[in-house]
């Protein structure tokens, strides 16, 4: 069952077309981190650590796409710096959790997955363990997940580790 899920999502612009218009429709009126009964990904929520336990939630957060602007200087001079557009050195993703680290700050980030993207924002949903929970204190994987703090903030997760290099399975590592 995973793996034909797996394969719908491969090009979700093929076997969803119509579900996938009708959801991102309805997640743009949306706030920008909303929690989530259910993965919208089963198969990819539960690859990441996703187990339907208590004290293990879900949620989607909206995240803008493009570059990033800053303001123009007042006053009259020239500085050296002083283009409009620039790039984050992190990844949408990553940014995505942060912001749901943020809303959510009982819980800890386990991971996260894209789950659709328009022409002006992209979203993720991001698996969060609460810290406190009991089972989440008996379940090895979790509580060994979630003994620190601030993994999101920290570049700790799965989408930290790749923009800082750490996931690069090259000659060096």
Same mark, same amino acid.
Do not use: C
């Given at each position: ?9 491969? $090009? #979700?612009?093929? =076997?969803?077309?119509?579900?996938? *218009? ?7 009126? +949306? #706030?920008?981190?909303?929690?989530? +009964?259910? #993965? ?8 990441? =650590?996703? *187990? !339907? ?10 995240? $803008?796409?493009? =570059?990033? $602007?800053? #303001? ?23 940014? !995505? ?5 943020? *809303? %959510? ?7 996260? %997955?894209?789950?659709? +993207?328009?022409? $002006? ?7 969060? !363990? ?31 580790? *790749? ?11």
């Amino acid at each position: 069952m995973y793996r034909r899920l797996a394969a719908l999502w491969k $090009k #979700p612009s093929a =076997g969803l077309e119509d579900i996938q *218009k009708n959801r991102l429709i309805q997640w743009r009126d +949306e #706030p920008v981190v909303t929690r989530v +009964e259910k #993965p919208t990904r089963l198969d990819r929520a539960r690859s990441l =650590g996703y *187990k !339907a336990k208590q004290g293990v939630i879900v949620a989607r957060v909206r995240v $803008k796409r493009g =570059g990033r $602007k800053t #303001p123009q200087v007042a006053g009259g001079r020239n500085p050296r710096r002083s283009g409009r557009f620039f790039t984050l050195n992190k990844s949408k993703r990553q940014v !995505a959790e942060e912001k749901v680290a943020l *809303k %959510y700050r009982n819980m800890e980030v386990i991971n996260s %997955y894209w789950v659709g +993207e328009d022409g $002006k924002y992209k979203w993720y949903e991001v698996i969060l !363990a609460d810290r406190t929970h009991a089972s989440v204190k008996i379940s090895k994987n979790l509580k060994a997940v979630t003994a620190r703090r601030g993994r999101a903030s920290r570049g700790l997760t799965a989408a930290g580790k *790749k923009s800082r290099g750490m996931l690069h399975k090259g000659k060096n590592n």
